[in-house]
């Protein structure tokens, strides 16, 4: 049922757009049409329109003449082209280059036109299109336009820049509502935003794009997700290493990366022919097998779990980065599994586990995509066909939901990428399995087997989070820049009623501060209502304790919890052991 919803909203989608071509070249009668394809989200069209640039007011413009041309009752009717050269020479005497182009490029294809027809069945317009569409525009209920952005044609900078008009539709008015609020609701979690205002973290030009600053408050939250890190990779029988930054191009060439990885690797300028050249690591992987090839293994040493938080530098085009999601400097909360062929299905058991344990402190649920071979890869064939097959039956075991993701697995092995679903459902590529036969063998790494001969093992590449930066970003908006008590750079925030409860709210802080908690207590000149407001709301701190002369005559503080309001007093006692206690269950266990 949900495949037959998604194809009549994909259909929908595909009629608007023909119908917002058709608005714009009644407007703009020099407009020339290129594609209007149906997305995930809605649809877009991609115009050549001389003299004009498309601003918020055209859209509102085009969408009013939208709605009369559906309010007309139109009809789309399929045309298959008869002759088509003739079609291709009628396009380019109507100036119409994109679709001749594009039709000359399927000529041989059984190519059709799309006709929209008026009630007495004459023809307002035609799109170049294969279908399908809908009867007529009387379904369609819903649709905005949303944005403009430039887009090259067939996305090639060596072509013109058209002006391409985002928009949406959905089957109901309410279905659009909820989509648009999700938006809004999405820009007033936009991490960027909140990094700002939260003063989290920055990205200058001085340094260059995609290299995070990260200021004071987001580096609280990242050591207590180390700390977790480091505390479960123990638990879970990992070691953890630490390896180099850069290594010589000969172990780049060894590994494969030059070969396929070139175009987003950086490269130290050498100073001489004679000196060695250097690259800035782009991957841990290859340090890792160099420390496994410093002793000798047998069966008994496997599975060897290694992991490392490892620094990595990417070269990426200046307009793909933005915020935390998308850097040139990422830290990897890598590992690598050396194991045998017997212990790789375990071995992936273990880190779905490991995976799935993680995700649920975040209140976080994931989908799951299996990634075949690309086209481009290293290695045996016979090699990739055991590696799919081992993660297939893995989460085939397990009875795991997942898709195929055909052509999409990294040069040296398949992969299990798993998205992660935030607060507002939208899915973020986070954890990932690669099964990797290719890097054993080209480093020639051995283990003795039960029968004494060597053998080469299966080695799995494995991340958590993904990257330190990304995951955070994701955090931020999950969380709206509210963190959880274990996770915020302030747990508590201090507010004496006047200046004379200052003294008793600096025995408060000292004693919080001992007990670990990340407590601030600044002496200001605001009132006591406006300081309660900046911290709760603000600033995001979870909890916020009062203090007056009735809880200095008590030894108690009033507290505030955000989102909440007042919850009551209590002995600051009482208070550090419940919090002590939320911090350490990681927010299974609430003050209330």
């Not at 998604?6 to 608005?23: F, G, N, P, V, Y």
């Not at 304790?545 to 008590?554: C, M, R, T, Y």
């Not at 002995?571 to 269950?585: A, P, R, V």
Request: hydrophobic share 35%; glycine share 6%; net charge negative.
């Amino acid at each position: 049922m949900e495949n037959q919803v998604d194809e009549k909203l994909h259909t929908l989608r595909h009629s608007c757009s023909h119908i917002m071509a058709q608005a714009v070249q009644q407007l703009y009668p020099q407009a020339k049409l290129a594609i209007g394809p149906a997305i995930e989200n809605g649809f877009y069209y991609d115009f050549d329109i001389e003299g004009v640039t498309l601003s918020d007011e055209n859209l509102k413009e085009i969408e009013k003449v939208m709605k009369k041309l559906i309010a007309q009752n139109l009809t789309f009717e399929k045309y298959t082209i008869p002759d088509v050269e003739a079609q291709i020479e009628e396009f380019k005497k109507e100036g119409e280059i994109y679709k001749a182009e594009l039709l000359e490029e399927h000529k041989n294809d059984n190519p059709t036109l799309y006709l929209t027809k008026d009630r007495n069945g004459n023809v307002l317009f035609n799109d170049l299109c294969s279908g399908p569409h809908i009867e007529s525009t009387k379904e369609i209920k819903a649709f905005k336009l949303m944005s403009v952005a430039g887009a090259y044609w067939r996305g090639n900078e060596k072509n013109k820049m058209l002006q391409r008009i985002y928009a949406t539709a959905f089957l109901t008015k309410e279905e659009l509502d909820d989509y648009i609020n999700q938006l809004e609701e999405a820009k007033r979690r936009d991490h960027r935003k909140l990094g700002s205002q939260l003063d989290l973290f920055s990205v200058r030009d001085e340094i260059g794009g995609g290299l995070v600053l990260w200021h004071p408050n987001l580096y609280t939250v990242r050591e207590q997700i180390e700390n977790y890190w480091r505390e479960e990779h123990r638990k879970r029988d990992y070691v953890i290493v630490q390896t180099p930054q850069l290594a010589k191009t000969k172990l780049w060439e060894l590994s494969g990366h030059i070969d396929h990885y070139k175009e987003n690797m950086f490269f130290i300028q050498k100073e001489d022919e004679s000196d060695d050249q250097y690259i800035v690591k782009p991957m841990n992987c290859p340090f890792h097998i160099l420390i496994y090839q410093s002793q000798r293994h047998s069966y008994r040493d496997l599975p060897l779990r290694m992991a490392e938080l490892g620094t990595v530098y990417r070269r990426e085009k200046s307009g793909a980065l933005s915020g935390l999601t998308r850097v040139q400097g990422f830290t990897q909360d890598d590992a690598h599994i050396f194991c045998t062929p017997e212990q790789l299905v375990d071995e992936i058991n273990n880190i779905i586990d490991f995976v799935s344990d993680t995700m649920k402190i975040f209140n976080m649920t994931f989908e799951v995509e299996l990634s075949t071979r690309p086209e481009s890869y290293v290695g045996d064939i016979k090699n990739w066909e055991l590696a799919e097959a081992g993660l297939k039956e893995a989460m085939d075991k397990r009875g795991m939901k997942y898709e195929i993701n055909e052509g999409d697995g990294a040069f040296y092995g398949p992969k299990i990428d798993f998205k992660v679903k935030d607060a507002l459902k939208r899915t973020w590529q986070c954890a990932t399995i690669q099964l990797d036969f290719n890097l054993p063998e080209r480093f020639e790494i051995k283990y003795q087997d039960k029968d004494g001969t060597l053998k080469t093992p299966v080695m799995l590449h494995r991340v958590i989070f993904g990257s330190m930066e990304r995951f955070h970003g994701i955090l931020i908006e999950h969380y709206a820049g509210a963190f959880p008590a274990w996770l915020a750079p302030h747990q508590v925030a201090l507010v004496p009623i006047a200046d004379r409860h200052n003294d008793y709210m600096e025995e408060v802080y000292k004693k919080l501060r001992q007990k670990g908690i990340r407590v601030i207590f600044e002496e200001k000149s605001e009132s006591m209502n406006y300081k309660i407001r900046d911290y709760l709301q603000n600033k995001k701190v979870p909890y916020v304790l009062v203090a007056g002369d009735k809880e200095i005559e008590s030894q108690k503080v009033a507290i505030r919890k955000r989102g909440v309001g007042q919850i009551g007093e209590m002995s600051i006692d009482e208070f550090i052991d419940k919090l002590l206690n939320e911090i350490q269950t990681k927010g299974s266990f609430e003050i209330k």
